[in-house]
């Protein structure tokens, strides 16, 4: 089992830039693939990037490919979400999930975050 916290949320203007943070708990995060999705008011959860055990292989959601780079640190246990360039519709709160299979689905994540607010001014 894993415990997810995350952090780095905020107000920020269009075409500013953001960083988020998710610290897990547990001896076995490197076993883990890690993902963020993001849930605007009205809509679905959705995906927004997942990356690798071992961080070999990274994938995004077209509506923010080149604009955001997700990373992580198995030695801290921590996974970023560096969001440069934002716009508007990135307005979500931003929630990073564990599972041990590269998931899209967010009905299927096994583990989940409390999120984190991101809000962009236009």
């Known amino acids: 089992q894993v415990q997810l916290v995350e952090s780095g949320g905020g107000l920020v203007q269009a075409g500013g830039s953001l960083r988020l943070s998710c610290a897990a708990s547990?001896?076995?995060?490197?076993?883990?693939?890690m993902h963020w999705f993001r849930q605007a008011p009205g809509k679905e959860r959705e995906f927004v990037a997942v990356i690798s055990r071992i961080a070999s292989i990274t994938s995004y959601a077209d509506s923010v490919k080149g604009r955001f780079t997700i990373s992580r640190d198995n030695a801290k246990n921590v996974v970023y979400l560096q969001m440069n360039s934002l716009k508007p519709e990135d307005t979500a709160v931003y929630y990073c999930a564990a599972d041990l299979r590269m998931i899209v689905d967010a009905s299927k994540v096994d583990y989940w975050g409390q999120g984190t607010q991101v809000t962009v001014s236009s």
């Open positions: 547990g001896r076995t995060f490197s076993s883990y693939y």
